[in-house]
């Protein structure tokens, strides 16, 4: 994701090797995904529902996102 | 010895030499090992395996060009990868001619062993080739993005 736009960035951390900072984000399974320090979510899943999870780190909270998104 | 074992050596060679379009950079930020122990800060680990395993990789093809940085020696440079810790990997394509900014960036703290080496594989493949697997919708909604999106995925070896 972080090759097609330049406002990605995009890193692999591993957990065990980076303990102290793996715990500021509660990491107790893996992989966790963290978008913008505000949205979280567990586990690999298909390409739509990924990028539909980490949208949610850019739509507003207060629900002017599409109906039904 | 190598982590890559000669078949696995063979296999990436060849993948490298069929797949690899345009030259890519892999920057490794690390620090001489620590004698230190400082209670309450992530003790870099990996360092050695991690330096060694890229090495590895650079050695495969003449268009992956490995450059290994200590970090506390070149702040300034770490601090425009945005590395704050190491051991660390950014693989870039070098930017076209005139143009300010690598084409795409991604990074790995941390030894990337198991199912994490093949996520580097494919993304030097990936970055090479200018391209990505992901889907047309996949790539408007990212172009489409006003503001600054951090993806931090944690992991472990598998």
Same mark, same amino acid.
């Given at each position: 994701?972080?090759?097609?736009?330049?406002? &990605?960035?995009?890193? &692999?951390?591993?957990?065990?090797?980076?303990?102290?900072?793996?715990?500021?984000?509660?990491?107790?399974?893996?992989?966790?995904?963290?978008?913008?320090?505000?949205?979280?979510?567990?586990?690999?899943?298909?390409?739509?529902?990924?990028?539909?999870?980490?949208?949610?780190?850019?739509?507003?909270?207060?629900?002017?996102?599409?109906?039904?998104? | $010895?190598? +982590?890559?074992?000669?078949?696995?050596? #063979?296999? *990436?060679?060849?993948?490298?030499?069929?797949?690899?379009?345009?030259?890519?950079?892999? $920057?490794?930020?690390?620090?001489?090992? $620590?004698?230190?122990?400082?209670?309450?800060?992530?003790?870099?680990?990996?360092?050695?395996?991690?330096?060694?395993? $890229?090495?590895?990789?650079?050695?495969?093809?003449?268009?992956?060009? *490995?450059?290994?940085?200590?970090?506390?020696?070149?702040?300034?440079?770490?601090?425009?990868?945005?590395? #704050?810790?190491?051991?660390?990997?950014?693989?870039?394509?070098?930017?076209?001619?005139?143009?300010?900014?690598?084409?795409?960036?991604?990074? +790995?703290?941390?030894?990337?062993?198991?199912?994490? +080496?093949?996520?580097? @594989?494919?993304?030097?493949?990936?970055?090479?080739?200018?391209?990505?697997? *992901?889907?047309?919708?996949?790539?408007?909604? *990212?172009?489409?993005?006003?503001?600054?999106?951090?993806?931090?995925? +944690? @992991?472990?070896?598998?």
């Amino acid at each position: 994701m972080a090759m097609e736009s330049n406002r &990605v960035t995009a890193d &692999v951390i591993e957990a065990n090797e980076f303990g102290g900072y793996s715990a500021r984000y509660a990491v107790q399974a893996v992989p966790k995904t963290v978008v913008n320090d505000r949205v979280e979510f567990l586990g690999a899943m298909p390409e739509a529902r990924f990028l539909q999870e980490v949208l949610r780190a850019v739509v507003p909270e207060n629900g002017s996102a599409a109906p039904g998104a | $010895m190598a +982590f890559l074992r000669p078949a696995d050596a #063979d296999y *990436l060679r060849q993948r490298f030499a069929t797949e690899l379009h345009d030259d890519v950079r892999i $920057m490794l930020f690390t620090q001489p090992p $620590m004698q230190l122990y400082i209670p309450g800060i992530d003790q870099p680990v990996n360092l050695r395996e991690t330096q060694q395993l $890229m090495e590895e990789v650079a050695a495969l093809s003449p268009k992956v060009h *490995l450059e290994v940085h200590n970090w506390k020696e070149e702040p300034a440079l770490a601090q425009a990868y945005g590395i #704050d810790r190491v051991p660390a990997i950014v693989l870039e394509r070098p930017p076209a001619p005139g143009a300010a900014d690598a084409q795409g960036r991604a990074r +790995f703290f941390g030894l990337p062993a198991g199912y994490e +080496f093949r996520v580097l @594989v494919d993304d030097l493949i990936d970055l090479s080739r200018g391209q990505t697997e *992901l889907a047309e919708t996949t790539r408007q909604r *990212l172009a489409e993005l006003a503001g600054p999106l951090r993806l931090q995925v +944690f @992991v472990t070896p598998t």
